[in-house]
């Protein structure tokens, strides 16, 4: 699907709540593209013999039903297997003979979806244009329904596999990896539906009996169908391939509606008034093309489907809550509900925000820095804090023979004892400290020695590596390294921060001055970042001096004119201050990319930053001066070359 068919899709997940207004709980098999690289793709589904034991059915074959396993355990397995056990000595299991047994089939391949295939462009039109056209939120269901049923009326009969929860079959089941139970059924659509979310259709087990699952009992198949008598979600059916046009059109409606329930509804859409709703459909489009082309960086895209899911959950945790309450609610089931409410207005929030286009890089930056400014010590003094495992007279030789001194080894315990004006000296070794996430005071971190030898590596578990509220904090010579953190690398909340000789290796996004803050780095290399290099938020301000900006955002996406970010992300309402000056930018996906919001401004930065760029940065034009001026920018001597997409991008919002 648009730019993301070139690139990895989601983890397979399993749906909890009924997309729509209809408050049940469902657990089905992953649907839409979110399965598709795992059931679109393959030509024949793996097939496996898998030890489990199937669920009891109610009706009058589930005695023998319940005696069955798809493969017999060894008996000591049996004997230590708890409460099964237990039961089993109670009724002893009846072997199956061998003849008994109907070995299932591969399954066929399913179609292909062509959506998987499309651009960004090609899936807004099909939604905003085709789909939704100009409907609204609350009647989004009512119109994705009339979709379907057309689609639907074009065969009545059809094959198709059936992918379901293997907890619909199995009470445990010994080989987790596998994500579905696939059946081979046929499919009688019903000429009225609901709604497209629940539509249901009819089934029966198809000719030759073929499953994902080779030693599947076809008994527990046909009685798990009549216990739901024959009537299973349309979703959870995928039309066999080579069926004519007519079912392929059937599939590509499907994958549209999945689509549409996974990931660009909410549950809120329709409670809230919305003026143009396909316009913010086309940007929850846009929030999944940018994660699966890499703009928004992997650590943050798996936090935002994380969101997601625990938003999802909690709704279903408040809606069993809720269900479970007889006649009217105490005042601790009161305060439960309003508990479990607030958690989720607290979730769709942060889910809002991160549609935000503003705020599409990085995700909303989570309130970090509550820790209260020490200031100055009582006495007046100032302190050296040396790190090193061993401290020895030579480390601490050109200091003055005033310096009090203390030495540490661990990092954070030499941060968490420091006021402002004090020094961090830090010899080199590997270290990690959280306490470089809550920078407050006014202090010095530098490194002794070979930069790439003092390296300091971020806590995987924690949002935030380096960030700072100090007036004044200055980090030289040292390493900076980013193991799974999802904020920038390095952010400057408020205040001014200078890195200098520094090597920062990013795994997420970069450098990123928020606004109101100040950034000073020189003679330092930032390489790495899937977003830009240094983001520069309205109202920032930067000094950037004989740096090495490369390898960042140079991800080849599908769509390359959605991506905006590259070494220097610049955005201008209002103007940043930027200056640069023999700085080497290369190797990323766009070399400076400048945000602003005025077409006029777009037209004159556009002729003088190409002309500038293309002259080696020159500042005798007019228009380049004229430019200068209105963005507060500045660049000098400065080498820009082999970037993926281009040198420098002007873009208006």
């Not at 995987?460 to 920038?488: C, E, R």
Request: net charge negative.
């Amino acid at each position: 699907m648009a730019s993301g068919s070139l690139h990895a899709v989601p983890e397979d997940s399993v749906r909890t709540l009924n997309p729509g207004r209809r408050d049940e709980k469902a657990v089905s098999a992953p649907t839409g593209e979110l399965a598709a690289a795992g059931t679109l793709t393959s030509t024949t589904p793996p097939m496996r013999p898998v030890v489990a034991s199937p669920r009891p059915v109610r009706r009058k074959a589930g005695r023998a039903v319940a005696r069955r396993r798809l493969q017999l355990r060894p008996t000591s397995e049996a004997e230590g297997s708890g409460e099964g056990a237990a039961e089993e000595e109670e009724e002893p299991l009846l072997s199956v003979p061998e003849e008994e047994e109907e070995e299932a089939q591969p399954l066929p391949p399913v179609c292909v979806s062509p959506m998987r295939g499309m651009w960004r462009e090609e899936k807004v039109a099909l939604y905003c244009d085709k789909v939704l056209q100009d409907c609204k939120a609350e009647d989004a269901d009512e119109t994705l329904n009339k979709y379907l049923s057309e689609k639907l009326n074009l065969k009545d009969k059809w094959l198709g596999v059936w992918k379901t929860n293997p907890e619909l079959f199995f009470v445990r089941y010994e080989d987790a990896s596998i994500p579905f139970v696939g059946i081979l059924v046929e499919v009688t659509c019903k000429a009225h539906q609901i709604s497209s979310s629940c539509f249901k259709v009819t089934v029966s087990v198809a000719e030759p009996f073929s499953s994902n699952i080779a030693n599947i009992a076809r008994n527990l198949v046909d009685e798990i169908l009549e216990e739901l008598e024959h009537s299973v979600p349309l979703l959870e059916v995928y039309p066999v391939e080579g069926q004519g046009s007519d079912v392929h059109d059937i599939a590509l409606a499907l994958e549209v509606v999945r689509f549409f329930y996974d990931f660009l509804w909410r549950d809120w859409d329709d409670e809230e008034s919305c003026e143009n709703y396909t316009a913010l459909i086309e940007e929850r489009i846009n929030l999944w093309c940018d994660i699966q082309d890499g703009t928004i960086p992997g650590p943050i895209a798996q936090r935002f489907r994380t969101t997601l899911e625990k938003y999802k959950n909690k709704r279903v945790e408040l809606i069993e809550y809720q269900s479970n309450i007889k006649e009217d609610p105490s005042a601790a089931e009161a305060v439960e509900c309003w508990k479990k409410y607030y958690e989720i207005v607290m979730l769709c929030g942060l889910l809002k925000t991160w549609e935000d286009l503003r705020l599409r890089v990085h995700g909303p930056f989570f309130p970090r820095i509550l820790r209260r400014r020490k200031g100055k010590r009582d006495f007046g003094k100032t302190i050296t804090h040396i790190v090193t495992k061993v401290m020895t007279t030579d480390m601490v030789k050109d200091l003055p023979s005033d310096t009090l001194l203390q030495q540490h080894d661990d990092l954070d315990l030499a941060l968490d004892s420091c006021y402002s004006g004090d020094t961090v000296v830090i010899f080199p070794g590997e270290y990690q400290a959280v306490n470089l996430a809550l920078l407050t005071d006014d202090i010095i971190l530098k490194g002794v020695g070979n930069r790439e030898e003092i390296m300091i590596t971020s806590e995987p578990s924690h949002d935030s590596f380096v960030v700072s509220k100090a007036d004044n904090v200055k980090l030289m010579n040292l390493s900076l390294i980013q193991q799974g953190t999802v904020d920038g690398i390095v952010v400057v909340e408020s205040g001014h921060m200078t890195l200098e000789n520094c090597v920062l290796k990013c795994e997420g996004t970069g450098v990123c001055v928020l606004t109101g803050a100040a950034l000073t780095i020189t003679d330092s290399e930032i390489t790495g970042a899937q977003g830009a290099g240094v983001e520069l938020y309205p109202g920032s301000a930067a000094i950037l001096e004989r740096n090495e900006i490369h390898h960042c955002n140079n991800l080849r996406t599908g769509d390359s004119s959605k991506s905006i970010l590259g070494g220097v992300n610049m955005k201008v309402l209002p103007a940043p201050k930027l200056k640069m000056a023999n700085n080497h930018i290369y190797n990323n996906g766009y070399g400076v990319c400048i945000l602003q919001p005025t077409e006029q401004l777009f037209i004159v930065a556009k002729e003088a930053l190409n002309k500038g760029a293309a002259s080696g940065d020159r500042k005798d034009e007019n228009m380049l001066s004229n430019i200068m001026q209105n963005l507060n920018l500045e660049m000098n001597n400065n080498k820009i070359e082999a970037n993926l997409k281009g040198d420098i991008r002007i873009v208006t919002s």
